[in-house]
């Protein structure tokens, strides 16, 4: 359990002082707390590195994949050309088939009208007494069926070499868009392949499941050896150097996310007296945590004074269960390691506790 930080940012000021003055209190040596870190936090550590740190195989067939999903969508983006072209073709060919149909005919019906001109020509041509106006009305029909029947020629000739480069246009389309689509199948498969890869390369969740499965031996055993030589500062805030990787990716992804979180950590045992009797508890070393005006757990018991929890802020101002940064924890802090405390929006912890 932990306290609502003391309305403000004077405390957390006070606060983030007096650590790092306690921190800079340690004399310069070369570090053996990081030796004394227990076997289990550098497990956890080692667990949160791997988890929020993708292999190089991961990294690089994510980069070879956002490339064959562009050549995909490139691709998809030529089959709608394609059909689009495709579609034009045919309706082009349908009407060049319904052109050249009309036109076959009316020059057949020219043809028939010609013949039947020509046979009038000759009837009138042989009947005697020979009448020369229908001879010349005879001979002045063939003439003009002679010459509708040629035109009709001529436009069927266009028609039909119309019909043919239409026929040609359509089959080219079709020749495309089956291409187009098979390259895009093709891209496809691919694509659905290597995101089944990247799926079974990515352990991240498997990594951070295991971490969380040791947040609680982490405790005990940080707690049996701890120091204030133990902790380090990450954006001002004091946390246990096994925490500090996980604890700063947070930072940097929330911020990148457009939220700015900040907070305090590590407290003194000495702290921790002073804020059960701020906050009222009945005694100091027995009465519960629930027992005090805000929750504040017994001196000793507290994940601040090992450094493995935070109470975050944002804009200055703990987190609320509607506040943005809630949110953000809310949906992304397990994959740092971090767990809430539902009874506190702004307390968070290894373990929840």
């Known amino acids: 359990m932990t306290t609502r930080p003391e309305r403000g940012q004077r405390t957390w000021r006070f606060l983030s002082a007096a650590m790092v003055a306690a921190v800079a209190a340690v004399p310069a040596v070369a570090d053996p707390a990081s030796a004394a870190v227990p076997r289990v936090a550098q497990r956890w550590t080692s667990l949160m590195y791997r988890s929020l740190t993708p292999s190089p195989e991961y990294v690089q067939l994510r980069k070879t994949l956002a490339a064959q999903r562009a050549t995909l969508r490139a691709r998809g983006e030529l089959v709608g050309q ?10 082009a060919l349908a009407r060049a088939i319904s052109a050249d149909a009309g036109a076959r005919t009316r020059y057949a019906l020219a043809r028939e009208a010609l013949t039947s001109a020509r046979n009038r020509l000759t009837v009138v041509s042989q009947q005697r007494p020979r009448d020369p106006a229908a001879v010349t009305a ?11 029947a040629a035109i009709r020629r001529g436009q069927a000739s266009a028609a039909a070499a119309a019909l043919r480069k239409a026929q040609s246009t359509a089959r080219t389309a079709t020749a495309g868009l089956d291409r ?12 659905r392949t290597n995101q089944q890869k990247l799926i079974s390369l990515d352990r991240s969740a498997e990594y951070a499941r295991q971490a969380a499965a040791l947040s609680r031996d982490v405790v005990t055993e940080v707690r049996a050896g701890f120091t204030v030589a133990d902790t380090a500062s990450v954006n001002g805030i004091i946390v246990h150097k096994s925490v500090t990787f996980a604890f700063r990716r947070m930072l940097a992804d929330a911020k990148a996310d457009g939220v700015v979180l900040s907070g305090g950590g590590f407290r003194t045992r000495q702290r921790q007296i002073e804020l059960r009797k701020i906050n009222g508890c009945p005694d100091v070393w027995t009465a519960p945590a629930s027992s005090c005006r805000v929750p504040t757990a017994i001196p000793g018991r507290s994940l601040h004074e090992i450094g493995l929890a ?39 912890s290894i373990t929840g506790g």
């Not at 187009?180 to 694509?191: F, N």
């Open 310 to 348: 935070v109470d975050i802020t944002s804009g200055g101002r703990s987190l609320t269960a509607d506040s943005a940064g809630f949110r953000w924890l809310s949906a992304n802090a397990r994959k740092y390691g971090y767990v809430n405390l539902p009874s506190e929006p702004w307390h968070w």
């Open 180 to 191: 187009a689509t098979a390259a895009w199948q093709a891209a496809s498969a691919t694509v």
């Open 82 to 91: 394609r059909t689009a072209t495709h579609s034009a073709a045919q309706n």
């Open 138 to 148: 005879a001979k002045s029909r063939v003439t003009a069926t002679a010459r509708s």
